[in-house]
Nanobody
């Protein structure tokens, strides 16, 4: 039973940092495309970052230079390090996986429950 469990969200002032974690069970992150999405109220869901089985990383332009995606295969855990946070980054952040073994777009077939990130000015 594939499951993704997110943690690390919270409230932070602009310029601060947060690290989100996503523990996977029922799937191996080193055999999947792993992704982070976010969705703010009234906004469409946005792909933030993804990392493939090969280790290839893609960071969206809106967060490049500030966010870093990484994973620990031994712990089957995905991370999103968020630095220099801005109020515009406030959203529910979702961990996701695409087990078709491609990582060339923003598709996913398994989703976490989401974790709230709030950045105050």
């Amino acid at each position: 039973q594939a499951q993704l469990m997110e943690s690390g969200g919270g409230s932070v002032q602009a310029g601060g940092s947060l690290r989100l974690s996503c523990v996977a069970s029922g799937l191996d992150i080193d055999k999947s495309c792993m992704l982070w999405f976010r969705q703010a109220p009234g906004r469409e869901r946005e792909g933030v970052a993804r990392i493939g089985p090969s280790g290839y990383r893609f960071i969206s332009d809106s967060v490049k230079g500030r966010f870093t995606i990484s994973k620990d295969n031994a712990k089957n855990t995905l991370y999103l390090q968020m630095d220099s946070l801005e109020p515009e980054d406030s959203a529910v952040y979702y961990c996701a996986a695409w087990r078709i073994f491609y990582c060339s777009d923003w598709n996913a077939d398994t989703w976490g429950q989401g974790t709230q990130v709030t950045v105050s000015a």
